[in-house]
């Protein structure tokens, strides 16, 4: 069984640092992109930043500039840092991958249950 699994959430203060991974376990065949979303209370699930195979990145325009994704391919691993947060950085932050189980699988789409992020004084 494929799962993803966050960790690195946390507490902290405005203006402050905090790295979140995100491993993958289990039997892969291949993963393809992988990527970060938040959702904070009240709100609709976000897109934070995805990293494709070939290292291409894509940022949401309230997180460039202060976020970084990358990637340990030889891990499954996904990793998200994050600069001078700010209060509305609260939320839940969930990892995604698409990626195939076996040659003649489909690709699916495997969500993690996510990382509470908290950034307050």
């Known amino acids: 069984q494929v799962q993803l699994v966050e960790s690195g959430g946390g507490l902290v203060q405005p203006g402050g640092s905090l790295t979140i991974a995100c491993a993958a376990s289990g039997s892969i065949f291949s993963i393809y992109a992988m990527g970060w979303y938040r959702q904070a209370p009240g709100k609709q699930r976000e897109l934070v930043a995805t990293?494709?195979?070939?290292?291409?990145?894509n940022y949401a325009d309230s997180t460039k500039g202060r976020f970084t994704i990358s990637r340990d391919y030889a891990k499954n691993t996904v990793y998200l840092q994050m600069n001078s947060l700010e209060p509305e950085d609260t939320a839940v932050y969930h990892c995604?991958?698409?990626?195939?189980?076996?040659?003649?699988?489909?690709?699916?789409?495997?969500w993690g249950r996510g990382t509470q992020v908290t950034v307050s004084s």
């Open positions: 995604n991958a698409n990626l195939r189980v076996g040659i003649n699988r489909p690709a699916v789409i495997l």
């Open positions: 990293i494709a195979s070939d290292g291409t990145r």
